[in-house]
Nanobody, 121 residues
Framework: QVQLVESGGGLVQAGGSLTLSCAASGRTFNNYFVGWFRQAPGKGRDFVAG????????NYADSVKGRFTISRNNAKNTVYLQMNSLKPEDTAVYYC??????????????WGQGTQVTVSS
């Protein structure tokens, strides 16, 4: 059974930092694209950052470029999101995602349960 378990969320003041972790288990993710999404109250789930599990370029939403960094530790099957210079508008539930696509079609799509990040002004 595939599991993605996020941790590291919490309450932080504006300008502060947090590091989210996503521990993956249940299968290998060699051909997957792994990333972070977030959902603020009353809004849709938006892409934040992602990268190929096997290595390759990282992608970021414009709103977090220069402040957030995604990384992975293959030995630990864990993906991280380092968040610096946090702003109140970063407040959201953050979700880890692992997605396998082929020829533009999503074949497998796994989600974690989410972790709350709240940034106070």
């Amino acid at each position: 059974q595939v599991q993605l378990v996020e941790s590291g969320g919490g309450l932080v003041q504006a300008g502060g930092s947090l590091t989210l972790s996503c521990a993956a288990s249940g299968r290998t993710f060699n051909n997957y694209f792994v990333g972070w999404f977030r959902q603020a109250p009353g809004k849709g789930r938006d892409f934040v950052a992602g990268l190929p599990w096997s290595g390759g370029p990282t992608n970021y939403a414009d709103s977090v470029k220069g402040r957030f960094t995604i990384s992975r530790n293959n030995a630990k099957n864990t993906v991280y999101l380092q968040m610096n210079s946090l702003k109140p508008e970063d407040t959201a539930v953050y979700y880890c995602n692992a997605r396998l696509s082929y020829l533009g079609i999503v074949r497998n799509d796994y989600w974690g349960q989410g972790t709350q990040v709240t940034v106070s002004s």
